[in-house]
């Protein structure tokens, strides 16, 4: 009887450490796993970084030529309908004021 219970603490002693082998293992393959994830991810993300840096230059690129074009199409009108400036200025003000300005100082 003595061997008999020997015998089934060393089966049972060898199911604790093939469960225990079997857990460091897991560990150590989900440690690799995010760690690679996360080297990953850092990459992913300097290149997003950068792809927006280039999408915001080529953005500033296109507002400055369409403000550079708004303006000469506005200088083209104004020469081809002989506008001229008009150097007396004319400022308009509410002498009596409305629903709007009515909580408004003056």
């Known amino acids: 009887m003595n061997k008999r219970v020997a015998k089934i603490s060393n089966n049972n002693n060898h ?21 690679s994830a ?15 840096a280039n999408i915001e230059s080529q953005i500033s690129q296109l507002e400055s030529s369409y403000i550079t074009a708004q303006h000469l199409v506005s ?3 104004v020469s081809s309908k002989d506008f001229s400036e008009n ?15 009515s909580n408004s100082t003056y």
């Open 38 to 52: 996360s080297v990953v991810h850092v990459v992913l993300r300097k290149q997003a970084v950068t792809n927006i």
């Open 87 to 101: 150097s007396k200025k004319i400022f308009v003000s509410r002498a009596v004021p409305t629903f709007a300005m």
């Open 75 to 77: 200088d083209k009108i």
């Open 15 to 35: 199911i604790y450490f093939s469960l225990l082998g079997l857990a460091l293992v897991t560990l150590a393959i989900l440690y690799m796993y995010f760690l």
